[in-house]
């Protein structure tokens, strides 16, 4: 803990703790970050829905024992979108003739669940702030009644979706606040266009609350995060006092220091003092109230060299202390101090740039590696601060003395317990934003031990545990400096950091509890004592999971899990090899409850373990396992997928040696083969779709021909382009899908085969080009197909081949769906979802992809195969080769992907692919049983065959190689 040649130490301090059962509560105020999302609002979903932001949340969560629980996020409305008329899709609520200004509007909230998803996926609850306006434009004024009263249905229709979708026990917790700082927002049309004043204001917040309570009244909901004047607060308070607006479940202001600590509780002060005279003898005298955007310096942008190191994260338990002692034990204050938020949930520029990685009011530094979202992040020491904190018990204990008040002194102490078994202090040492450096000698001196606070009887055993945190242990912009600022680190650079940000242990411990506890406390550092009576039992850690980020050498993956025992010192984590014993892969100590693990080579086929190391010395169990999807699917010589892929690609080849057609049979051939040539040594299969593409000079059939089928090629072309980037080999198709972006219309695409031709094309004109005009146009046709026409059949979780099937039936009375038409749909899923990563279409496509998924399975045959009727199989009982090889292609996709959970779908794999092999692949390469050219469910022979069909097969093989 000592850092050589830092400043002189000072004269030792003995702290004293007098510790007593009679204690007040210690509420946790402090769990709670935020961030706003980048300008244009409109595109928020592109934001949210990134793998940066994912991992961000994934750590942020992963604070053990929800040392973070709400991140407070602006803008959240910007997420629903209107559209006219009907609902298109499920996650919808509709709004007939007689609404009013909703007439014939419907709010979409796929975008929605898709972002709250990711929050309560990793524990976290929104701090939902009712703010943002759908679509950009659709609410104008709050000064119309016709607009407020329409505002007020929207919320109560967003919260029963939300309580539908999540339950009303999880949405309760969720903290609903007015619009986010009022007073400079509403003179600017509150950033979106929509006009507010203060008496308009209030008419806003009276109807979001009667939207909420009309939903429940077990929903909290408060404001007005004033920031300036807190005009707006005031006249809210009034306002409601004099109107009886209903329940307030809290108030909150925003208050920042002048980068310190102490300019925060300076700031707040006044605000707490005119707050309880403004709500004296009024029904609100005693409603809670804080401070949810409590930095210690304005601008989150701003880069800052103590926002990289110790520096910040030290100032964060001097401003909590600060607060305990002006608010709760000394203030005298009615209202309760309720939170206290740092809006530091950002994510630094993603340029990689020294200045922007660690030194902006993030809580962790990222690296965006290259344009396949290969992204990385690490936490920083602001964020570690937050698994200490995490530690401290719900007692106080705050007869302390031998510290000055902590509005005057770096060094503060922090005390509380758990009844009958835990003791936690908190040491810190913080001179803010000052480039000071030191260390102090502290001891802590226990009165009253032994204690009957903690002991139950004279043989308990009591351990304690110290954690350090300062610029040598958890913080790894230091490491980053020495390594002079990589703008693409290595794996062993990352791994370097990793360890750097580690908290660290104080060496000697754990070990008995004792009455005095020396310790040297860094400037600027924290330390964190904890003492824990054995209890003798340690459960195994809970809910272990797997998280496969975009790195592909090594493959990576963070597993994440749940833990309820406090008294843990670190937790390890195992990997299982495939037919292998299992051995420690974790090389360091870690409090937090995730680990980033890379696996090189081939030894990413095999499933994780966590076991956790208490004070005691004592292990836990091992976790439930956490298996990696290829470890689940085995393979015989007879099934090997290259050997398969390489046996049916020769043999079509030695059959068809010219270059074939521009058109869609050959078009997804040549997908097929595309595929298998991208991970094939043989030349052979790039060669030929070399011949082809140049044969027909890279250009789509039939130009200027927008029909989907004569857009197939274009996938391929564009596959092609990926290697060489010959623009000349982008200038055919681009000017193909021109022709459909450049118009207004999106009714092309009539039939479910059109998305397998021309989904992927548009997806791979946006890699190749960064234009998300594509993205956008592809998306416009999709959803006209499948919401508009209505070929997405929700009751059924398939798609009609078309508007003609929709009353027709099988002879036996059975809905028509087609085997190779829902293949042809969930392919292109397969095939466009990554590369619309970051987009807003990407959170339908995966919704409508595990939907098909679930169903698929539930109607796989006995054989694997699946039939060309897919609700009646009776109807063409034969095996189907081209559907079924589709379904195994997307089924094997999803899988490797960690979209489709491994228990439910690694069998249906396995399944699929021997059926595929063992029923459809002769020994010769041939392939059979495949549906010839048509537009409805019939029957196929053993010799039937095509070459879309042997496409197809070779998606399947090629991807089930992801498993080897």
């Not at 979708?165 to 609903?176: H, M, P, S």
């Not at 000071?436 to 308990?460: C, E, F, H, S, W």
């Not at 749940?562 to 409090?591: L, W």
Request: glycine letters at 8%; aromatic letters at 12%.
């Amino acid at each position: 803990l000592l850092l050589c040649g830092a400043a002189a130490l000072t004269n030792g301090q003995i702290i004293t703790i007098n510790l007593t059962p009679n204690v007040s509560p210690l509420p946790h105020f402090w769990r709670s970050c935020g961030w706003c999302p980048p300008q244009p609002h409109e595109q928020f979903a592109d934001y949210f829905l990134t793998e940066d932001q994912r991992q961000n949340h994934l750590w942020i969560g992963a604070t053990p024992h929800q040392g973070i629980r709400q991140v407070r996020i602006h803008y959240l409305l910007d997420l629903i979108h209107v559209t006219a008329g009907k609902c298109q899709q499920p996650s919808c609520t509709a709004f007939g003739e007689d609404a009013g200004f909703l007439a014939n509007t419907a709010f979409v909230w796929t975008d929605l669940d898709a972002a709250m998803d990711i929050l309560v996926s990793n524990g976290l609850a929104p701090g939902f702030e009712i703010m943002g306006n759908p679509n950009g434009t659709f609410f104008t004024s709050f000064k119309q009644p016709a607009q407020i009263s329409a505002w007020r249905v929207m919320i109560q229709s967003m919260t029963q979706h939300l309580v539908q979708r999540y339950g009303l026990d999880e949405v309760r917790t969720w903290r609903f606040e007015s619009w986010n700082e009022p007073d400079g927002e509403c003179p600017r049309q509150l950033t979106v266009g929509i006009d507010c004043d203060l008496p308009s204001f209030l008419q806003y917040w009276d109807a979001t609350m009667q939207g909420l309570r009309n939903v429940s009244d077990d929903l909290i909901f408060g404001g007005t995060a004033s920031d300036g004047s807190k005009e707006y607060l005031f006249a809210t308070i009034d306002h409601c006092i004099n109107s009886s607006c209903g329940r307030v479940d809290y108030w909150n202001a925003h208050l920042k220091g002048q980068s310190n600590a102490a300019g925060i509780i300076e700031g707040e002060l006044p605000i707490a003092l005119k707050m309880e005279a403004a709500t004296q003898n009024s029904y609100l005298n005693n409603t809670p109230w804080g401070n949810d955007e409590a930095d210690p310096l304005v601008g989150w942008e701003k880069t800052e060299d103590w926002r990289a190191d110790t520096r910040y994260a030290a100032m964060v338990p001097k401003a909590i202390n600060q607060h305990i002692h002006t608010f709760i034990t000394d203030g005298g204050f009615t209202h309760p101090y309720d939170v206290l938020s740092n809006d530091n949930g950002f994510l630094p520029y993603p340029d990689n740039l020294p200045e922007h990685t660690f030194k902006q009011r993030t809580l962790v530094a990222r690296w965006a590696l290259n344009v396949t979202e290969n992204v990385q992040v690490i936490r920083k020491p602001v964020l570690n601060v937050m698994a200490l904190l995490a530690k401290l018990g719900d007692q106080m204990q705050s007869n302390i003395t031998g510290v000055d008040p902590p509005m005057k002194a770096n060094i503060g102490v922090i005390a509380s317990s758990v009844e009958a078994s835990e003791l936690a202090f908190l040491v810190y040492n913080s001179a803010d934003s000052a480039d000071t450096r030191g260390y102090a000698a502290v001891t802590l001196k226990l009165n009253n031990m032994p204690t009957t606070i903690l002991r139950q009887n004279d043989n308990d055993t009591i351990n304690m545990m110290a954690f350090v945190l300062d610029d040598s242990h958890g913080s790894a912009a230091a490491v980053w400096d020495a390594a002079k600022n990589p703008l693409y680190p290595t794996w062993q650079q990352f791994e370097n950091m990793r360890a750097a940000a580690e908290i660290g242990e104080v060496p000697g411990f754990p070990r008995r509890l004792s009455a005095e506890i020396p310790l040297n406390v860094t400037l600027p550092g924290v330390v964190l004592v904890h003492a824990c009576v054995d209890k003798g039992v340690l459960s195994p850690p809970e809910n272990v999971t797997l998280f496969r980020t975009a790195t592909t050498y090594p493959v990576e993956y963070i597993v994440r899990w749940n833990d309820k025992n406090r008294c843990v010192q670190t937790y390890e984590v195992f990997f299982q090899p495939k037919g292998s014993a299992a051995i420690k892969v974790s090389t360091r100590h870690t409090i937090f409850n995730a680990y980033a693990i890379g696996l090189f080579e081939h030894q990413h086929q095999g499933c994780f373990f966590v076991r956790s190391l208490d004070y005691f010395g004592r292990y836990s169990g091992m976790s439930a396992p956490a298996c990696t999807p290829s470890s689940l699917i085995t393979f015989t010589n007879a099934t090997l997928p290259m050997a398969i892929a390489d046996k049916v690609n020769n043999h079509f080849i030695s059959q068809n040696p010219g270059p074939g057609s521009c058109g869609w049979e050959h078009g997804a051939y040549m997908a097929g083969n595309m595929a298998h040539a991208l991970i094939s040594p043989n030349a052979t299969f790039l060669n030929y779709a070399k011949k082809w593409a140049e044969h027909y000079k890279y250009r789509t059939c039939a130009f200027p021909s927008t029909d989907a089928n004569n857009e197939c090629c274009a996938q391929s072309y564009c596959d092609l382009y990926e290697l060489d980037q010959n623009k000349d080999h982008l200038t055919g198709t681009l000017a193909t899908l021109d022709l459909q972006v450049d118009r207004s219309a999106v009714d092309d695409w009539w039939w479910i085969d059109a998305y397998f031709m021309a989904l992927p094309a548009f997806a791979r004109a946006y890699r190749a080009t960064g234009d998300v005009k594509y993205l956008d146009k592809g998306f416009a046709l999709y959803n006209d197909t499948a919401y508009n026409r209505g070929l997405w059949s929700a009751a059924d979780s398939l798609f009609y081949r078309d508007e003609t099937y929709f009353n027709k039936t099988t002879p036996h009375g059975n809905k028509i769906f087609w085997g190779r038409g829902n293949g042809w749909a969930f392919a292109a899923l397969a095939r466009t979802i990554s590369l619309a990563a970051g987009h807003h279409s990407q959170a339908d496509y995966i919704r409508v992809f595990k939907l098909m998924a679930a169903k698929l399975i539930s109607i796989q045959g006995a054989d694997g195969m699946w039939r060309s009727s897919l609700e009646d199989p009776t109807e063409f009982p034969n095996p189907e080769t081209t559907g079924s090889a589709m379904f195994t292609f997307g089924l094997a996709w999803g899988l490797h992907k960690g979209l489709l959970p491994a228990a439910d779908y690694a069998p249906a794999v396995q399944k699929a692919w021997n059926g595929l092999v063992s029923i459809a692949v002769r020994s010769d390469g041939a392939v059979g049983w495949c549906q010839p050219v048509g537009g409805s469910p019939a029957p196929a022979t053993a010799s039937s065959t095509s070459d879309f069909c042997v496409g197809q097969v070779l998606l399947a093989a090629t991807q089930m190689v992801s498993f080897l």
